[in-house]
C-alpha cells in the first residue's frame, strides 16, 4: 500500500426485500472486501440496508458530459412517447 | 467511594476501557472510513459495557454511570491490555484481535451459561457485533502482517509488545485461535509460557489507567448528575 489513495468504490445498497440497490455513495479500499466492509461501516450505521454491493468507480462507463445535448435533447419535443399523451376511450377502462 | 464486586466485572470494564481507547482515534485514523469503523466498533463495546454495568449496579445499589464514572483507578477490573495507549495503528489492531478473541469465548460462554437473563440477552447481541469486529481487525492484522516490509515490522513489533498484557485473557483456546490468526498473518505468535501480567485482578493497573478515567471522568465529576 505505497499508493497514496487507495482506489474508489461506488457503493449501492438494498433497503429492503424486494426494492432495487440504489446509488448511496462511495468509499476508499485496497479491495472487495475491505470496500463491503468500509461500505457496511459508513452507509449501513442506521439500519438502511439489508444487502451491499460495491463495484471499482474505474470500471463505471459515463457518457462525456459535453454529449449532453446530442443525447438528450432530441427526447424533449417528442412528447408522444409519454403515455400521458394519448387519451384513453371511456370504455377501455383501465390498461 | 463508588465500588461493586462481580464477576462480570472484568468483561464490562473490558469493554468500557477499550471502547474508550478506540474513541481516541477519532479523527486520527488513517482513513475517513476507518475512521467510521473504529468508531462504530467502540459504540458497540460501549454499549456492552452499559448492559453489562446495569447488571452490576442493580445487583450493588448503585447507577450505570456512578459505576463507570466515580469508581478509583484501583477499583477497576479490565484486563490490561484494554488501557494500554493506542500507540500505532498495527499495535491497536492486534491489541483489538486479541481481545476480540477473548470477548468471543466470553460472551458465547455467556450466552449459553449465565442465569441473569439480561446478561444473556447483552451477550447474545454483542456475539453479532463481535463476529464484525473480530473480522475487521484480524483482516488488518493479515493485512499488515502479510503487507510491506514497515507494515510487517509494525506488526510484529505490536505484538512482542503486547505479548506480556495478555494474562489476563488467555487461556489455551485463546492461544489456538491467536495462533492461526497469526499464523495466516504469515507471524510467529511468541512463546505461550512466556512471562506476563494479570495484576488487573486485584486492582493493579500500568500508570495509563489514571490517565485515562482522568479524561473518561472528568465531564461527569464536573457536572455531577447532568443530562441532556
Given at each position: 500500500m505505497t499508493e497514496k489513495n487507495w482506489p474508489l468504490w461506488e457503493v449501492f445498497i438494498r433497503a429492503r426485500n424486494g426494492l432495487h440497490h440504489a446509488h448511496v455513495g462511495s468509499v476508499h479500499a485496497v479491495d472487495a472486501e475491505m470496500a463491503i466492509e468500509n461500505a457496511r461501516d459508513v452507509?449501513?450505521?442506521?439500519?438502511?440496508?439489508?444487502s451491499i454491493w460495491v463495484v471499482p468507480s474505474a470500471q463505471i462507463v459515463a457518457n462525456d458530459p459535453g454529449d449532453k445535448e446530442s443525447l438528450f435533447d432530441p427526447a424533449l419535443d417528442k412528447i408522444y412517447r409519454h403515455p400521458t399523451f394519448y387519451e384513453i376511450p371511456d370504455g377501455v377502462g383501465n390498461i | 467511594m463508588v465500588s461493586a464486586t462481580s464477576e462480570l466485572l472484568p468483561l464490562a470494564d473490558g469493554c468500557l476501557i477499550l471502547s474508550h481507547r478506540l474513541s481516541e482515534w477519532m479523527s486520527n485514523a488513517p482513513t475517513m472510513e476507518e475512521d467510521i469503523a473504529l468508531g462504530n466498533i467502540a459504540l458497540d463495546l460501549l454499549g456492552q459495557a452499559r448492559g453489562l454495568l446495569q447488571v452490576i449496579g442493580d445487583e450493588t445499589g448503585v447507577t450505570e454511570d456512578e459505576l463507570a464514572y466515580f469508581r478509583e483507578p484501583q477499583e477497576f477490573r479490565n484486563p490490561l491490555i484494554c488501557e494500554l495507549p493506542n500507540g500505532d495503528f498495527a499495535f491497536t489492531m492486534a491489541r483489538q484481535l486479541f481481545v476480540d478473541i477473548w470477548l468471543a469465548h466470553v460472551w458465547s460462554e455467556l450466552a449459553a451459561t449465565a442465569s441473569d437473563e439480561q446478561v444473556r440477552g447483552v451477550a447474545e447481541k454483542a456475539i453479532k457485533e463481535n463476529a464484525y469486529h473480530r473480522r475487521h481487525s484480524s483482516s488488518w492484522v493479515v493485512r499488515l502482517g502479510d503487507g510491506t516490509d514497515e507494515s510487517r515490522r509494525r506488526m510484529e513489533t505490536a505484538t512482542e509488545a503486547l505479548w506480556p498484557y495478555r494474562g489476563e485473557i488467555a487461556d489455551d483456546r485463546w492461544y489456538d485461535a491467536v495462533d492461526a490468526a497469526l499464523t495466516e498473518a504469515t507471524l510467529t505468535m511468541p512463546p505461550r509460557d512466556a512471562w506476563t501480567q494479570r495484576s488487573s485482578l486485584d486492582g493493579w493497573h500500568t500508570e495509563h489507567l489514571g490517565y485515562l478515567l482522568a479524561e473518561m471522568q472528568s465531564l461527569a465529576r464536573a457536572h455531577p448528575g447532568a443530562t441532556w
Open positions: 452507509y449501513t450505521r442506521r439500519g438502511e440496508g439489508v | -
